[in-house]
C-alpha cells in the first residue's frame, strides 16, 4: 500500500541525488589511495596500480576539481613509467633483445601521457627518439617533435636535440642545415648535431666545413667509433690517405672487435690501387670472421682485379658454402667464368637467381659477349618493360643490333639512350662509330660522329684505344684523313701491340693511308665484308 514518507526525509532525497552522491565517493576513495600510492612508488608495479587507481576513479566519476588532478597525476605517472622504460631501451640499443617489448610498452604510456598533458617536452623527445629506431613511425616521430618544438621551455640543451632529431627527418637540405645550425647556437657542445651537420656538408661538398664538425665532435666525445670511421671516409675522398688510416686505427683501438675498421682500411688501400695492402687488412679481417660473407665478397673482388682469379673463386665457391644461393656470390662467380670465356657456364649460373633488373641486365651481357646476341635483345626487352627508362639496357640494345648489321635500330636506340645518358663516353663512341662507319649512305652523318667522338675523346682524357679509333674514322669520314692518321696512330702507341684489336687498327690505317674512309658491316659480331 502506498504512503506518503515523513516530510523531512521527502525534502533530503529530493535535494540530494542518490547516483551522483555515490559516484563522486567511490571514485574519490580511488583517487586518495592512488595519491597515497603515488608518493610512496619505488618501482614499476607501485606506478601499474596508481595508473589502475587513477583510471577507476577517472571511470567511476569524480567532481570538476578532482577530475583535473587525477588526469594531471596520470598523467604524471604514464610519462613517468614510459620514460624509465624509454631511457632502459635506448640505453640498451635495438640490438638488446628487450629492447622491442621495452618499447612496445613505453610507447603507449608517453602518448597517452603527453595526450593529456602535451606540454611535455622531455616525454616527447623519448617518444620521437624511440620512433626513429628501426621498427618505429617516422610519421608519428616528426609529429612528436613537432609538438614538442611549439611549446616555450627554458632548456636550450632540449630544444638543441628536438631540432637535431627534426633535422634526421628532414629532406630538404636547407631547411636541415637551418635546424642543425639553430641546434648548435643552442648547445655549441652537442656533438649530435655536429655529426649530422659534418655529414650534411660532406653529402655538399663542402668537405673542410664536415672535417672542422667531425674534428669537434671527436673533441667532444673521443670515444664515438662512428665518428672516426665518418671521418676516415671522408678524409679518403679528399685523398689525405694517411691521415685516413690514422682515424681507423684509432677506431680500432676503440673497439679491437669489430672488422668495420679494417675494412674500411682495406678499401682505402683500395683507393690507392694498393691490393697487396688491402689484402693484409682483408686476411685480418677473414682471420677474425672466417664466415663473413662481406669479407669473402671484398677479398675475391680484390683477388679478381689483381688477376688471381683461382683465389678469388675460392672465396666466392667458399661464400658459396655457408650460403648456396648468395645472390652476390653467384653473380661474381659468373663474372670470374666469363673471364675466362666460359659463357655457358656463367648463364647457368644466373638462371638459378630470380629474374630481377640485376640479373637480366648481366644475362643480357653475358650474350652480348658470347655472341649470343638475339638472347640478348630478348633479355634487354624484359629488363625495359621493368625500367623504360634504362640508358644502359637501351644502350646494350642498340650495341646488340649493331652487331647483328642492323644499324638503322641501332641508331634508334641509341637515340633514346642519349636521351637518358648524354655524357657516357661508350655509347656517344659507339654512336658515333656507326654514324662514322655504316655502309649505308644515309644513315651515316661524320659531322655529328666527330662531335660525338671528340666529346667521348674529351671524357676519357683521349686515353682509350677504342674511342681514339672512333674518332680516327670520323675525321676520315668527313675528308681529313691526315688528322685520321694522327689519331689512328695514337691508338696504334697506346694499344698493348698486338691481337685482334691491334690488327683491326692497322686495317683501318691502310684505308686512311690511301684516302679511304673505313666501312663496317657485322652479322653476330663478325665482318661479313671487308671494308671497301
Known sequence: MFRLLPAPLALLLFFLPPVVVWAEKDGLGDLDRATEAKLTARSLEDLDRVIDLLDRALEKGLDEGNT?????????????????????????????RQFDELRRLAVPDLERGTDLDPEQPD?????????LLPGGDPERAA???EKALAFDFDDPTLRANLLTLQAALEEDPELKQEALDEALRLAPDEAAALRMRALLHADHDRKDE??????????LEPGHLPTYEAKAALLSEMERYDEAILALDRAQEIDPQSIFPILQKARVHLLQENHAAALHELDRAHTAEPDNLGVLMLRAGVYAESDEREKAMADVDAA????????PAKRMRAVLLADEERFEEAIAELRALPDNETTLLQ?????????????????????????PESWIALRGRGDALLNLGKHAEAIAEYEKALKQKPDEPGLLNNF?????????????????ALQMATEAGELTEYRQVHILSTLAAAYAEEGDF????????????ISPGEGEEYEHLQKERRHYTENQPFRELLQNGEPVEEPL
Open 68 to 96: 583535473e588532478f587525477a588526469r594531471q597525476l596520470l598523467a604524471a605517472t604514464l610519462i613517468q613509467r614510459g620514460s624509465v622504460r624509454a631511457q632502459v631501451a635506448l640505453r640498451l640499443g635495438t640490438e638488446s
Open 123 to 131: 616525454a616527447l623527445h623519448h617518444l620521437a627518439r624511440l620512433h
Open 143 to 145: 609529429a612528436a617533435l
Open 210 to 219: 664536415a672535417l672542422a664538425d667531425f674534428n669537434r665532435a671527436i673533441q
Open 320 to 327: 658459396l658454402k655457408l650460403q648456396p644461393e648468395y645472390p
Open 363 to 387: 644475362l643480357a651481357m653475358l650474350h652480348s659477349a658470347s655472341k649470343q646476341f638475339d638472347e640478348a635483345l630478348e633479355r634487354y626487352d624484359q629488363l625495359l618493360k621493368l625500367q
Open 432 to 448: 658515333a662509330w656507326v654514324l662514322a662507319t655504316s655502309p649505308q649512305d644515309e644513315l651515316r652523318d661524320g659531322e655529328r
Open 482 to 493: 691526315d688528322t685520321a692518321l694522327q689519331w689512328i696512330d695514337k691508338a696504334l702507341e
